[in-house]
């Protein structure tokens, strides 16, 4: 997971002053710093009872994953190890379900893995 584009503040010890990495001194050493997005892409991806990658050309900054509103099963999402059963899952999807994630991390796959054969999702990533 990551930041968002919109800034991060730093208070130390309860002081009401942000600080930046160059003004921590020996309490922390820090970098902050944004990169705004630079496009989007998607597409639908049909899903059966084997895992499937979402991939994504670039460095994502979010990704959103709905399921077709024609789904007739489930649609769980996780590791390379999810299965149609749900087993090892970070959620679930029914038809017409969404999520979004913030995922900065191009070598952190997603995989997507349904209840029955021929389902879709639809993939979105802020690149």
Do not use: H
């Amino acid at each position: 997971m990551g930041f968002s584009n919109r800034g991060v503040l730093i208070f130390i010890e309860d002081e009401q002053t942000p600080v930046t990495g160059s003004e921590v001194g020996s309490k922390v050493a820090l970098d902050v710093f944004s990169v705004e997005p630079t496009g989007i892409e998607g597409a639908p991806v049909t899903v059966g009872t084997t895992a499937v990658a979402l991939t994504f050309t670039g460095v994502t900054r979010a990704i959103g994953i709905q399921a077709s509103t024609d789904n007739s099963g489930t649609v769980w999402f996780g590791p390379a190890t999810v299965d149609n059963t749900g087993a090892n899952a970070y959620g679930e999807l029914v038809a017409g379900q969404a999520v979004s994630i913030e995922l900065d991390d191009a070598s952190a796959a997603l995989y997507v893995c349904a209840s029955a054969a021929a389902q879709k999702v639809y993939k979105v990533a802020v690149t």
